[in-house]
């Protein structure tokens, strides 16, 4: 089973900061990765799917990069509705396996 | 519009069963592998399980396995998940999730949920 890694756990970031994410593979995935956002009381929302490319209606200010094993998702400017906890998920192999979780709150 | 409602879920005894539902609209079901997602109260994302669009091909986390059983009934757009033998330790949301057209494997559509509560 592939393990994914994120860290940090809790990011505090002041409104119109930039912030960056990072999510790490046990072994090799190469771009077969995506991140998901998820706010309370709410299902996972896919923001990036393969490493790079944005979902439908995902803003600009996102934007993921990295290859095998090492991962970024970055909001370049923080708006409040940024505020949530951010996953990451690979698809290389079975089973596919989430990170833990990056909670990005308001500094 | 693509929906995906829930639904099955509920109070269960250790060792009980119980069976979930899936109802899927606006989009071509049988096209598309569907899944289950869970998630523990306070914890994170885990992967369930997944059946090809044809329900030929089954896949399923350890945790899982040999206990879990998904299907699908393609007349009626509907997908299941048949729990068996459950554990405290499968006490979660369970999401049903659609794959995006570009990967395949990441999730685009999600329901909202339902409640399995493992407990005596």
């Known amino acids: 089973e592939i393990v994914m890694t994120q860290s940090p756990a809790t990011l505090s970031v002041s409104p119109g900061e930039r912030a960056t994410l990072s999510c790490r593979a046990s072994q090799s995935i190469s771009s077969n990765l995506g991140w998901y956002q998820q706010k309370p009381g709410q299902a996972p929302r896919l923001f990036i799917y393969g490493a790079s490319a944005r979902a439908s209606g995902i803003p600009a200010r996102f934007s993921g990069s990295g290859s095998g094993t090492e991962f970024t998702l970055t909001i370049s400017s923080l708006q409040s509705e940024d505020f949530a906890v951010y996953y990451c998920q690979q698809y290389n192999n079975w089973p596919l396996t989430f990170g833990g979780g990056t909670k990005v709150e308001i500094k | 519009e693509v929906q995906l409602l829930e639904s099955g879920g509920g109070l269960v005894q250790p060792g009980g069963s119980l069976r979930l539902s899936c109802a899927a609209s606006?989009?071509?079901?049988?096209?598309?592998?569907v899944s289950w997602v869970r998630q523990a109260p306070g914890k994170g994302l885990e992967w369930v399980s997944s059946?090809?669009?044809?329900?030929?091909?089954?896949y399923y986390a350890d945790s899982v396995k040999g206990r879990f059983t998904i299907s699908r009934d393609n007349s009626k757009d509907t997908l299941y998940l048949q729990m068996n033998s459950l554990r405290a330790e499968d006490t979660a949301v369970y999401f049903c999730a659609k794959p995006d057209s570009g990967s395949h494997h990441t999730f685009d559509y999600w329901g909202r949920g339902t409640l399995v509560s493992v407990s005596s």
């Open positions: 606006g989009f071509s079901f049988t096209s598309y592998a």
């Open positions: 059946i090809s669009g044809i329900g030929d091909r089954t």
